[in-house]
């Protein structure tokens, strides 16, 4: 298993909410396995604090992980984003990190994922959603 | 073929004032549709995403594809029909009706998105209106939705822009404009005033708002929310997935505000549903058992949520899924949907997807709309007629399902 807290030891948990992309959209039109959708897909914005303290810039690797499974995507930072939330175009890359609740709503956790995060040496690959 | 006016099927929008020029059997021209609508349609000319005629992943004509659908509907002790929500009126009926000869369980994407929503409307606990109504409201409410990314013509043809009145020096349109959310967004971008909430706590702030509407609370943006409603006479709330998420699909509070609201104001929601047909799935299986969805017809007519196609899947119930005009392989999380694996599935749909690749049986149809007729229910109830902008040599969703309907019957 690759080193959890990536190169510095670093690793935070936050709170991953998925939204709707209209350009990612566009991008599945022309099939999943597009580099086009690829890109879109595999980003995780995030609170500039929170990168700092990971010590990664914009579009730096992330392993995102929960107990579901993980994830490598890019981190960008986003002003508009709080501290302990990044926000995740919905995707198979999201859609590995979510679980079900069978309990409460009956629903998938799409709006509150709780993954930690950390930086990573590893590339961003399109066959990790398998 | 000059500039044909049609109906596009992109999402739940189905904005009727499209045009296509086809020349040859291709799409060569397309005028008035968004850039979601446009990307779908012109999806439809590439031959490599349509899908074929499959079984075990192997070419074969369809009356091969037929046979195996069938044989494997037949064998089938507990049979799940799943989706339709891209799918017309006529196709949905179809499916329902094959669910009830198959006893099969009928679910579909509401039962995970806007069913309790779609539900308390059909019931008249939850008050709506139509799309021309918008024209005499005098606040819009976006809450937990982007319809720049989710509906990308819904604020210009529908609500914000398409308003009749403008402030006097022709600026903006004279009806104020409001969102809920949790992140800035473009729709926050544009609103006169923003309710910005943790992600999750909706609940908190619909409590907050109803404590301010008795006086017992008073915080500024409870208030202002609460001031915002009385200075209107007609409000809409467009309604996201980000609210029914955040309130964990009970919206026995949402409506508790509504009806606080409505004593005051007159106020009525539209659910920003994406499946273009989601909501005419919903009518039809209302109209025949009584509920939207998460039906059994095993034994007679029954209904819960062990019934929903997330449950069943959870608790690995079916032993055989056919998925129509859905994509869950995609949508749905991983963890789940490896629970279908080793169940035959049979998936109808234009398009190849993470979906048609999990099944056993593939049935590549003809776009709703594009290529073929037939009627659907936009988001805000009307329902809409379809008119095929071309024929393709490729069965409707519709004929495929009277097909197997015929086999097992």
Same mark, same amino acid.
């Given at each position: 298993m690759n080193n959890p807290g990536g190169p510095l030891g670093q690793e935070m948990p936050i709170v991953i909410v998925t939204y709707r992309d209209v350009f990612q959209w566009v991008a599945k039109q022309?099939?999943?396995?597009?580099s086009d959708y690829q890109d879109r897909s595999t980003i995780v914005r995030m609170s500039s604090s929170d990168m700092k303290v990971l010590g990664i810039v914009d579009d730096a690797p992330v392993r995102l992980r929960t107990s579901l499974g993980e994830v490598v995507v890019r981190a960008k930072s986003d002003p508009g984003c709080k501290q302990g939330f990044g926000f995740m175009p919905a995707s198979p890359y999201s859609n590995k990190l979510a679980s079900y609740d069978p309990v409460k709503g009956r629903l998938p956790n799409f709006k509150r994922i709780e993954v930690v995060v950390a930086p990573t040496d590893e590339k961003v690959d399109s066959s990790q959603t398998g | 073929m000059g500039l044909a006016q049609f109906v596009c099927t992109?999402?739940?929008?189905?904005? =009727? =004032?499209i045009k296509i020029d086809i020349e040859e059997n291709r799409i060569v021209r397309i005028e008035n549709a968004c850039i979601k609508g446009t990307s779908f349609l012109y999806a439809g000319d590439n031959f490599e995403r349509r899908a074929p005629f499959l079984v075990s992943g192997c070419n074969v004509p369809l009356e091969e594809a037929i046979e195996k659908a069938a044989h494997l509907l037949r064998e089938a002790g507990r049979p799940l029909i799943f989706g +339709?929500? $891209?799918?017309?009126l006529e196709a949905q009926a179809m499916g329902i009706a094959l669910a009830q000869a198959l006893g099969a369980v009928s679910d579909d994407v509401s039962s995970f998105s806007h069913g309790a929503l779609v539900q308390g409307i059909l019931d008249g606990d939850i008050p709506t209106c139509s &799309?021309?109504? +918008?024209? $005499?409201?005098d606040l819009l409410i976006y809450w937990g939705c982007n319809p720049y990314h989710s509906h990308p013509r819904h604020l210009s043809k529908f609500s914000y822009y398409s308003h009749e009145k403008w402030v006097e020096a022709g600026w903006v349109p004279e009806v104020a404009i409001s969102c809920v959310e949790v992140r800035d967004t473009e729709t926050t971008s544009l609103c006169n005033r923003v309710f910005k909430v943790e992600p999750g706590g909706d609940g908190d702030f619909i409590g907050k708002i109803l404590a301010a509407v008795g006086g017992r609370e008073d915080s500024k943006e409870s208030k202002a929310f609460v001031e915002l409603t009385r200075n209107s006479a007609f409000g809409v709330i467009f309604v996201g997935l980000g609210l029914i998420y955040a309130l964990d699909n009970d919206l026995s509070l949402f409506t508790e505000m509504l009806s606080e609201l409505n004593r005051w104001t007159r106020f009525a929601v539209i659910p920003m549903i994406g499946h273009f047909n989601t909501l005419g799935f919903n009518r039809s299986l209302y109209e025949k058992t009584g509920y939207i969805n998460k039906v059994? &017809?095993?034994?007679g007519i029954s209904h819960g949520d062990e019934f929903s196609f997330l449950e069943q899947t959870r608790n690995r119930v079916p032993d055989c899924v056919l998925i129509a005009g859905s994509d869950p392989f995609s949508s749905q999380p991983r963890s789940l949907m490896r629970n279908l694996e080793g169940v035959p599935i049979i998936c109808l749909d234009p398009f190849v997807t993470s979906t048609t690749m999990a099944a056993e049986v593939v049935f590549g149809t003809a776009i709703s709309g594009l290529e073929t007729d037939g009627k659907a229910v936009r988001m805000d109830g009307t329902v809409v007629s379809l008119l095929r902008g071309r024929t393709p040599e490729i069965p409707s969703d519709e004929e495929i399902l009277s097909q197997l309907l015929d086999r097992i019957s």
């Open positions: 022309k099939g999943i396995s597009s | 992109g999402c739940s929008c189905l904005c =009727d =004032d +339709l929500d $891209n799918c017309t &799309f021309p109504e +918008l024209k $005499n409201a059994s &017809f095993a034994a």
